[in-house]
């Protein structure tokens, strides 16, 4: 089986790791913390980071630092992972839903104007599959309105939007490092900022609300959200080979283009002007002249020794928030359309030559 990602993990994380165990350095103490920290910051152009256990509660963290209140809105696309909308239920507040753009999957900028209301306190950039959100209408609503980007760069290490990277725009930035991403800690995330205060706000809710002064003494609630030092030095080692780790995947992405623009019957990822995706994961999307959806076609590709993953299923569709009364009678077209037909293809930077074409085979033969 072509595994849809592997980790590509080499010499350098196997000499940090095992600093670690011989130092003895294994928990959220020590110095590969601060330097993973500091080093994606930089990369990403930003002052601060904070590293914590996933991406996921890196969103929660970063809601949780915006002290929502009941009622306030958060604007982000129903065509997201399910921790975007959960980090905004649990820290108090109300998802609103934006359509994707039918070309790159990403939230669609000409819908948000229409969602913003007295309640607006924020705006959720999601970059999907490595191509990113066209951020500057983001922006200038986020000015215009005075709200918070919070930008969820998961999907999108290294990935820039006009020459700026991704992770770079707004009030904070998430990132998730699990297996399958750019750089991996194997479970780790973080939040990038450029306000000291917020930082500072984000490392106490991280660790509990621990008073620098008085041990054991506490004036709010937080959360144990650490990273560990031996999961940060796995991320010290693959930033060093992020140049690497980006042209492979740029490779993987241009070249499935090349192999597969011929067939008229699927859409494959586009790189808009202003972007430089980094093809985090090379999705397709059939049309309806194929007379199938996503999972038969998967179905035959397993069959054939090709693994994929289907596309997200949007947030309006989810049975945990139908329950919950959120989004009732909405409706995302594009978004119920990609989530059926879409799925993406073994994308993981150990991708030979040989198994890329063997995919591109399989897939020639399926839509024949
Ligand atoms: C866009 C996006 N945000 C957040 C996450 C959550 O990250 P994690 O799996 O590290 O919790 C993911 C996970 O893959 C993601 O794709």
Request: net charge neutral; hydrophobic share 40%; aromatic share 10%.
């Given at each position: 089986?072509?595994?849809?990602?592997?980790?590509?993990?080499?010499?350098?994380?196997?000499?940090?790791?095992?600093?670690?165990?011989?130092?003895?350095?294994?928990?959220?103490?020590?110095?590969?913390?601060?330097?993973?920290?500091?080093?994606?910051?930089?990369?990403?152009?930003?002052?601060?980071?904070?590293?914590?256990?996933?991406?996921?509660?890196?969103?929660q963290?970063?809601?949780?630092?915006?002290?929502?209140?009941?009622?306030?809105?958060?604007?982000?696309?129903?065509?997201?992972i399910?921790?975007?909308?959960?980090?905004?239920?649990?820290?108090?507040?109300?998802?609103?839903?934006?359509?994707?753009?039918?070309?790159?999957?990403?939230?669609?900028?000409?819908?948000?104007?229409?969602?913003?209301?007295?309640?607006?306190?924020?705006?959720?950039?999601?970059?999907?599959?490595?191509?990113?959100?066209?951020?500057?209408?983001?922006?200038?609503?986020?000015?215009?309105?005075?709200?918070?980007?919070?930008e969820?760069?998961?999907?999108?290490?290294?990935?820039?939007?006009?020459?700026r990277?991704?992770?770079?725009?707004?009030?904070?930035?998430?990132?998730?490092?699990?297996?399958?991403?750019?750089?991996?800690?194997?479970?780790g995330?973080?939040?990038?900022?450029?306000?000291?205060?917020?930082?500072?706000?984000?490392?106490?809710?991280?660790?509990?609300c621990?008073?620098?002064?008085?041990?054991?003494?506490?004036?709010e609630l937080?959360?144990?959200f650490?990273?560990?030092?031996?999961?940060?030095?796995?991320?010290?080692?693959?930033?060093?080979?992020?140049?690497?780790?980006?042209?492979?995947?740029?490779?993987?992405?241009?070249?499935?283009?090349?192999?597969?623009?011929?067939?008229?019957?699927?859409?494959?990822?586009?790189?808009?002007?202003?972007?430089?995706?980094?093809?985090?994961?090379?999705?397709?999307?059939l049309?309806?002249?194929?007379?199938?959806?996503?999972?038969?076609?998967?179905?035959?590709?397993?069959?054939?020794?090709?693994?994929?993953?289907?596309f997200?299923?949007?947030?309006?569709?989810?049975?945990?928030?139908q329950?919950?009364?959120?989004?009732k009678?909405?409706?995302?077209?594009?978004?119920?359309?990609?989530?059926?037909?879409?799925?993406?293809?073994p994308?993981?930077?150990?991708?030979?030559?040989?198994?890329?074409?063997?995919?591109?085979?399989?897939?020639?033969?399926?839509?024949?």
């Amino acid at each position: 089986m072509i595994p849809v990602n592997e980790p590509h993990l080499g010499a350098r994380e196997l000499e940090f790791v095992s600093e670690c165990v011989r130092t003895g350095w294994v928990s959220s103490s020590g110095k590969f913390i601060t330097e993973f920290e500091n080093r994606w910051a930089q990369y990403c152009g930003r002052k601060h980071g904070v590293a914590v256990s996933n991406g996921t509660v890196a969103l929660q963290l970063a809601f949780e630092a915006l002290d929502l209140k009941p009622g306030d809105e958060v604007i982000m696309p129903t065509f997201t992972i399910i921790s975007c909308a959960q980090a905004v239920v649990y820290a108090g507040g109300t998802p609103v839903l934006v359509d994707s753009d039918a070309r790159t999957w990403c939230m669609d900028t000409t819908q948000l104007k229409n969602k913003i209301t007295a309640r607006t306190r924020a705006i959720m950039p999601v970059h999907i599959y490595g191509h990113p959100v066209d951020m500057h209408p983001v922006m200038d609503l986020s000015e215009k309105h005075g709200l918070a980007v919070i930008e969820d760069a998961a999907e999108a290490h290294g990935a820039e939007y006009r020459s700026r990277r991704c992770g770079s725009f707004g009030l904070m930035s998430c990132f998730s490092f699990y297996a399958n991403k750019l750089v991996t800690t194997g479970e780790g995330g973080m939040v990038l900022t450029d306000d000291g205060a917020l930082a500072e706000k984000l490392r106490s809710l991280r660790n509990l609300c621990f008073l620098p002064g008085r041990r054991f003494y506490h004036e709010e609630l937080g959360f144990n959200f650490r990273l560990t030092n031996l999961q940060a030095s796995l991320g010290v080692a693959q930033i060093e080979r992020m140049d690497e780790i980006i042209r492979k995947k740029r490779w993987i992405g241009e070249e499935y283009t090349h192999r597969l623009q011929h067939l008229k019957t699927i859409q494959l990822p586009v790189e808009e002007k202003w972007a430089r995706s980094v093809y985090w994961m090379y999705g397709i999307v059939l049309s309806p002249d194929t007379r199938m959806n996503a999972v038969e076609f998967a179905e035959k590709l397993k069959s054939r020794g090709i693994e994929t993953r289907p596309f997200f299923l949007g947030m309006h569709e989810q049975p945990v928030f139908q329950r919950q009364g959120l989004f009732k009678g909405e409706c995302y077209p594009v978004a119920e359309r990609i989530a059926r037909q879409g799925l993406y293809l073994p994308s993981g930077i150990g991708l030979t030559p040989e198994q890329l074409r063997t995919v591109c085979n399989g897939v020639n033969e399926v839509l024949e």
